[in-house]
């Protein structure tokens, strides 16, 4: 019996088409698998940091940390170039204003010295010689004026006696002309005379107090050749503790040299450093706490730098209480300082890497389950931050570190 085939045609038909059937398979379950979510990661509790938003007073704070500085310091610099000849005293012990804390030598200071000395004793014998020579000659000019103020008295008493005569007769008229010329001659004279004896005074005053002048500049450079050569030895300059002294002997120092250092150790302010970002809201008189590592003494901000430094601006601190027992200079401590408080408001521990006024993704926690949820910040403090939407009070957050889940949506917390 025949058996009948079916044509070659419908065979190859039929491969295309299982074919392209395999092949659409293979597309359509590996768009599925693409569409698959990732499983949810599990995490355990402890080894995160759940907190609970809150609603009520917020208080703003920043912190940082620095050291305990002495607020009066006394820097104490050679004044002259010179040579250290003995180190007095050394770094720890009390001292008071007169201490002698270096000595130092300077041979040609103190040839300076003597110098003006004898410059200010020369200026000195000029200006008395010149005054004895100008009372002399004012002497011997006083002497003629009243030389020439008797001739015309006497003038005046010959012509009044001639004229006297010539009315009884007894002298001629030229005579008594004569008498009186010579009499108003004399006293115009004496006149003259007594002018110039007072612009000679005038004269006398002024050379004086040209040599007078260079007397006192004599003695002005040998009072300052004499502190030069006081200022040899060294002096503390105030009471308090010596904190540092920065020669040796026989060493070399020039004008302007660091040779010590002493401060009052009973007045100390706390130097804190506020990173840039966190110090707009800084103003003088917040309220502040120093952890001295001894105890937490209450303070307020006393000054603050107009310019920031390394990315930190310095915040000096006051005390309001007693140190405790312990503080003393370059002792580190923290600092936490109050900005303002805000009587209600809805706020969170601060999440890592949250900014004031940013946005961030956190965990919002539901029993196991946290989901993830988008939250916008506001106001920022050292631990906490203004939660303005995205979370309501009561609701718990993951604020740790969440970098490793950032392509998940959802975690599975056991």
Do not use: C
């Not at 392209?20 to 599990?42: D, E, Y």
């Not at 180190?87 to 030598?105: C, F, H, K, R, Y």
């Not at 609701?395 to 570190?401: F, G, K, L, N, R």
């Amino acid at each position: 019996m025949d058996i009948v085939r079916a044509p070659e045609r419908s065979k190859k038909t039929r491969r295309v088409v299982l074919t392209g059937a395999g092949i659409l398979a293979v597309i359509i379950a590996t768009v599925a698998f693409a569409r698959l979510k990732p499983a949810v990661p599990s995490v355990s509790r402890s080894s995160l940091v759940i907190e609970t938003v809150q609603r009520g007073a917020f208080t703003r704070e920043v912190r940082g940390s620095g050291v305990l500085v002495p607020e009066n310091v006394r820097w104490i610099s050679a004044a002259t170039d010179a040579r250290v000849e003995r180190v007095l005293a050394q770094p720890g012990i009390t001292v008071t204003a007169n201490d002698v804390l270096v000595e130092l030598a300077d041979p040609q200071q103190q040839q300076s010295s003597r110098d003006a000395e004898w410059q200010m004793r020369a200026a000195v014998a000029a200006y008395e010689a010149a005054r004895a020579e100008l009372e002399s000659d004012r002497l011997d000019r006083e002497a003629a004026a009243a030389r020439l103020r008797a001739e015309a008295e006497q003038a005046r008493l010959r012509a009044a006696a001639d004229a006297e005569l010539e009315r009884q007769g007894l002298t001629a008229h030229i005579t008594r002309q004569i008498s009186q010329t010579t009499a108003d001659d004399l006293v115009k004279r004496v006149a003259i005379e007594e002018q110039r004896l007072h612009t000679m005074g005038d004269a006398q005053r002024a050379r004086l107090a040209g040599l007078q002048a260079a007397v006192e500049q004599r003695r002005a450079m040998h009072d300052l050749q004499n502190q030069q050569t006081e200022s040899l030895h060294v002096r503390a300059g105030i009471d308090g503790v010596l904190q540092q002294v920065s020669v040796q002997a026989g060493q070399r120092v020039n004008a302007g040299t660091i040779l010590a250092r002493v401060a009052q150790p009973d007045r100390l302010k706390a130097e804190i450093r506020i990173a840039e970002t966190q110090a707009k809201d800084l103003a003088i008189g917040q309220p502040a706490k120093i952890d001295t590592r001894n105890g937490v003494v209450k303070g307020h901000v006393a000054r603050i730098d107009p310019a920031a430094t390394n990315g930190s601006v310095i915040v000096d601190l006051a005390f309001d209480e007693p140190l405790p027992n312990g503080a003393r200079p370059d002792l580190s401590v923290d600092a936490t300082i109050e900005l303002d408080r805000v009587p209600q408001a809805v706020f969170v521990a601060r999440p890592v890497n949250a900014q004031e006024g940013g946005t961030v993704s956190l965990f919002r926690v539901n029993g196991n389950d946290a989901t993830r949820v988008r939250v916008d910040l506001g106001r920022a403090s050292a631990d906490t931050i203004e939660v303005r939407s995205g979370l309501k009070p009561g609701d718990q957050v993951i604020v740790s570190d969440t970098g490793n889940y950032e392509r998940f949506e959802r975690l599975n917390i056991n």
